[in-house]
């Protein structure tokens, strides 16, 4: 059984900082690449950060390029997003997504993010 299980987020300041980690089992993590999704209410969900499968390439969206870091450790099949500098407009539900080409692609359940003072 296949599982992503996020973990690391809740309420912060402007300004501050919160790291989310994603656990998972169930799958040969090494093969596949991995992002972070997130959903703000009545909003599509959007690509925050990816991470190649080995670790090589990042890549980010526009509004987080900068402030957000995206990294993943193999051994221990986790994935994390470093998240500084947070803004209100951050708010949202933050999902994990692992994919594999031709293989299959699996989301976890989300972790709540607020930023507010």
């Known amino acids: 059984q296949v599982q992503l299980v996020e973990s690391g987020g809740g309420l912060v300041q402007p300004r501050g900082s919160l790291r989310l980690s994603c656990a998972a089992s169930?799958?040969?993590?090494?093969?596949?690449?991995m992002r972070w999704y997130r959903q703000a209410p009545g909003l599509e969900r959007e690509l925050v950060a990816a991470?190649?499968?080995?670790?090589?390439?990042?890549n980010y969206a526009d509004s987080v390029k900068g402030r957000f870091t995206i990294s993943r450790d193999n051994d221990k099949k986790m994935v994390y997003l470093q998240m500084n500098s947070l803004k209100p407009e951050d708010t949202a539900v933050y999902y994990c997504?692992?994919?594999?080409?031709?293989?299959?692609?699996?989301w976890g359940q989300g972790t709540q993010v607020t930023v507010s003072s």
């Open positions: 991470i190649t499968s080995a670790g090589v390439s990042t």
């Open positions: 997504y692992a994919f594999r080409n031709r293989v299959g692609n699996y």
């Open positions: 169930g799958i040969t993590f090494r093969y596949y690449d």
